[in-house]
């Protein structure tokens, strides 16, 4: 089974930047479509941005779109955001998990049973 491990959060002013990191166990990485997910505080987990397993289709919610980028790095089982010009609502928890052969578009459709502890991004105003 595949452990996912988050790290790269921290505390930034609005427009900052971060980028998180997301890394793998396993040998099948590249097989899989990797998603970040993101649970604000009192609110539902959402899918924040995709990475299919076969490149290069991305998807990215609407909030996010040109100011965040997914990318992954089969070689080291790491999947990576970075995040720009960040705003107070970027605020939460961030996840990564896995589909394995799926559709960018699946990700935020998936109840994924299993998590890791994710990463704590805080955006102060």
């Known amino acids: 089974q595949v452990q996912l491990v988050e790290s790269g959060g921290g505390l930034v002013q609005a427009g900052g930047s971060l980028r998180l990191s997301c890394v793998a166990s396993?040998?099948?990485?590249?097989?899989?479509?990797m998603g970040w997910f993101r649970q604000a505080p009192g609110k539902e987990r959402e899918l924040v941005a995709a990475?299919?397993?076969?490149?290069?289709?991305?998807y990215y919610a609407d909030s996010v779109k040109g100011r965040f980028t997914i990318s992954r790095d089969n070689a080291t089982n790491t999947l990576f955001l970075q995040m720009n010009s960040l705003k107070p609502e970027a605020t939460g928890v961030y996840y990564c998990?896995?589909?394995?052969?799926?559709?960018?578009?699946?990700?935020?459709?998936?109840?994924?049973?299993?998590w890791g502890q994710g990463t704590q991004v805080t955006v102060s105003s």
């Open positions: 998990n896995k589909n394995r052969w799926g559709s960018v578009y699946s990700m935020g459709t998936i109840g994924f049973a299993n």
């Open positions: 396993g040998s099948t990485f590249n097989s899989y479509t």
């Open positions: 990475h299919s397993w076969n490149d290069p289709h991305t």
